[in-house]
Nanobody, 125 residues
Framework: VQLQASGGGLQQAGGSLRLSCAAS????????VGWFRQAPGREREFVAA????????YYADAVKGRFTISRDNAKNTVYLQMNSLKPEDTAVYYC???????????????????WGQGTQVTVSS
């Protein structure tokens, strides 16, 4: 499966952005899809994930209540709606997918086999 992340950009604090992760090659219906981010000098960190086949969504504490992950199966795309953005949300955001994910691994970026290229999100104060 090939993943294409898009939707990043420059936004003021308190604003919103919606990231898209469009897949080709395979349908994402049965895949766990995660969003991760990496700021300069920091390790890649978990943001949100959605399990396949109508499973649950999971969020990092830092984004809970502000970000929402969702799927559009018809478009084979997963979205990350980001509201109430903060300067500390600034990072390169990556989407990733895997179809053999166990629940305890959804926050572990090393468990994902397929990755998009990343999209830059910059939030100014």
């Amino acid at each position: 499966v090939q993943l294409q992340a898009s939707g990043g950009g420059l936004q003021q604090a308190g604003g919103s952005l919606r990231l898209s992760c469009a897949a080709s090659g395979r349908t994402l219906t049965s895949y766990t899809v995660g969003w991760f981010r990496q700021a300069p000098g920091r390790e890649r960190e978990f943001v949100a994930a959605t399990r396949g086949r109508g499973g649950s969504q999971y969020y990092a504490d830092a984004v809970k209540g502000r970000f929402t992950i969702s799927r559009d199966n018809a478009k084979n795309t997963v979205y990350l709606q980001m509201n109430s953005l903060k300067p500390e949300d600034t990072a390169v955001y990556y989407c990733a997918a895997d179809n053999t994910m166990i629940l305890s691994d959804v926050r572990n970026y090393q468990r994902y086999d397929y990755w998009g290229q990343g999209t830059q999100v910059t939030v100014s104060s």
